[in-house]
């Protein structure tokens, strides 16, 4: 991947992490407390892969301390927590599986693993439930994709020599993040990464603009061929969308707002965010008009 865009792997990492960081953000002041923190019981994070089998989520209690473990032998290393999903169309319960495990910084952080199979369009409700009975909650639903194709715009040629496109996602509101690939015929795909490049449409969709001019560029600098070889057999768009309910505030991942307290969370009795995403793809043949206007 090229080094001034991140992979939609990486995307997903970075906000998991960005979402750690606001959960011990959120635990760091004496202000709460396990019994006087207006019925605030634990912070979660963490989301569902649509295809993916094993899953894994964050889980802070709250309490009067800040939850920062350092060593194998802290009291916290001991938590209250017995944590299960339940698809709420089945009726299939999971247990997850505690994991003390050494973070990026060096301490340690309460992971929970589960392996099942996440289906689209179905509800999954997280419960995180204490010895005394006190239970904090979240649902999520996983994004169903089916029958949605990409609609692109007239072809644009600019005096610059700028060459671009616009594309519209119907009926996805805010992508975690794009790819466009490029198909060549006898060699493996190449991906350049749009991120969350674009703009929601009146609720309708997703737009974004893909610039051919440089992503050949791109392209010939990957493969090490002059621009005027790059030629391709077809193209598509992969994204990774998130659940309804993830949509950013103002539709923008930035750290200072989303540190903000209950700015972002469908956590009750609870901080934080369990979500969903599923992954929608598409692709075409290269069209006449633009094999034309790239000389080919």
Known sequence: MFSRHCSSQRSGLVF?????????????STELDPFQNDGRYYSVYGFLKD??????IRVIPVRRQPERITTQHDPRVQIDAFVTTTDTTTGE?????HVLTRLEDGSYGHIYHASFNVKANHTYRLEILRNDGITTRAETTVPLLTH?????SQLIFDADSSMYQDMFLPNINSPWSIEVVYHFAFSTPTRIAYDRDGESVEGEGWKFRIDYAR????????????????EWAAMGVKALVQDRKWDPPQDIFDP???????????????YGFFGSVAIFQ???PNSDELNAALGF
Do not use: Y
């Open 51 to 56: 295809g993916d089998a094993s899953h894994a």
């Open 148 to 152: 949605t194709r990409v609609q692109s």
């Open 282 to 284: 598409d692709s075409w």
């Open 93 to 97: 319960v999971v247990n997850w599986t």
């Open 16 to 28: 998991f992490g960005l979402a750690i960081a606001l959960g011990s953000l959120g635990c760091d």
């Open 215 to 230: 992503d050949i560029g791109l392209i010939a600098e990957q493969r090490g061929i002059p621009v005027e070889a790059v």
């Open 256 to 270: 200072e707002i989303l540190a903000q307290p209950g700015a972002l969370s469908n956590v009750e009795n609870g």
